[in-house]
């Protein structure tokens, strides 16, 4: 089924885990790279994905733990990025270091790195897969190269809430997003012509885990892809040296267990501290790279939330039935002296798959979103009964802070009062259930210099283990305000790189 042994093991094959995989087989080095999902069929939804994904355990109001956490993006091979919204905004040079913004009690949100040494893997990204914005129109935009695209039209929605912010004072600029608007690299345009966002794009106008390598031809054998391998543990060779990964066929339920000079982890934030925890062994009692009890801690899932109406417009045509989910964003509550703490969060359009409301009303739908405080005791941990595999069931150990509340709260007015001046006479909210995890997962194998507060180093290396890496958003010490996808992709490349130079 698989090679006895392999240069690198890389377990998930998502937005880090298939760019750590190519990059590095392009060197010549053989990687197997291990996923627990399988292909999506064409006609998946997210919704029919999720109907199949394993929950982990969340705690009720009344403290029990119930079955209604979301600890998997997507489960399948290619990741999250199958089926999400192509937003690709690039963090805020703001969102490196945060401390002057965060509570006296969270964990320090300060990354090891900053913006200007993740910005060359920002731009050959940019190359590689085509993100389409529009230059200096967001004023929290850090310094870039010029853009590869042009930024797609205001949709019918977008354009309300565009013209309804500058009434406002607001600064609405394009969403960039990493669906072609022209032509690029052997990939068409967005037709606009079908529903975008939880839906497999058709055409393949919007990127994906596997698009900054489809002109890439990699060495024989140098990659082997393995659909439906759940990692169970890892063994370590020594107290400091992983050996090997133990992982099970998800069909036949069979164990299997291949020998690696490097492993990397980048199944999503919440399944790489559970396979660090789930490791336990003679020299890892507590997991492995858990001499500090901090695996699992820190786990961020951003503060967010929805509001919507309807409100009828004079228009010549109905509005397309599909395309972009976003097209217009707002920024200028991100750095807001009057947000609690001063440090708030994105607001921009999230048009569903229903353009058109009763009575032939426009529906409008605005998604806001902010990163919550990373907290020690926000945490992944372990159940003691088992899944349908036979692994430990996971728990999201997850409750938001009194000031991600109040910070939560000044941007759904904010957005309230955006959807007023568009027209909406009636607003609605929507909570996200971002409590229970799913969407944006951050943290729980944190990044930093002081092994006591944190799981990995700046080139996301667990602390004490020489050859094991964390690639996925697992190593943020701070979730940022803004979709994390593209700065996942851009870390994991900077990661790929390091290791190449380690192995070679």
Known sequence: MTADAVDVCVIGSGASGSMVAYEIAQSGLRVLLLEAGQALPPDASLASVQSRMDTALVRSAAGTL??????????????????????????RIIDFDARAHTAGDALDPAWPIDYAELRPFYEELERRMGVARLAGADRLEPPSDPPILPPHEYSTQGRLIADAAKRLGRLPFPTPLAINSLPYRNRPACHCDRPCN????????RADARSPFTDVTLPPGALTVAPGSRAVSIDLASVSRADSVEWLDTLSRRRARVR???????????????????????????????ASGMVGGGISFKISGYVSGST??????????????????????????????????????????????HHGETNVRLHFLAADQPMRNNAVRLAASRDRLGLEKIILDYSTHPLDKRRLGYLSRRASSLLAEAGVEKVDYQDSGYQFGSGHLHGGCRAGIDPAQSVVDRWGRVHDIDNLYVADGGFFPY???VNPTFTIQANALRIARRIVTQLI
Do not use: K
Not at 71 to 77: I, M
Not at 198 to 205: D, M, R, V, W
């Open 66 to 91: 119930t079955p209604f956490g979301r600890p998997w993006t997507v489960c399948a091979l290619g990741g999250g990025m199958t089926l999400y919204a192509g937003i690709a905004f690039r963090y």
């Open 198 to 205: 939880e839906h497999l794009c058709p055409t393949g106008a």
């Open 260 to 290: 690696a000079r490097c492993v990397v982890l980048a199944g999503n934030a919440v399944q790489s501290a559970a396979l660090l925890l789930r490791s336990r062994q003679r020299a890892a009692p507590n997991g492995i790279g858990n």
């Open 312 to 357: 009828r417009i004079d228009q010549l045509s109905t509005p397309p039935s599909g395309g972009p989910f976003s097209t217009v964003a707002i920024s200028d509550h991100y750095l807001d002296d009057e947000v609690p703490s001063g440090l708030g969060g994105m607001i921009y359009e999230a048009s569903g798959a229903q353009h058109t409301g």
């Open 479 to 481: 979730a940022g305000g």
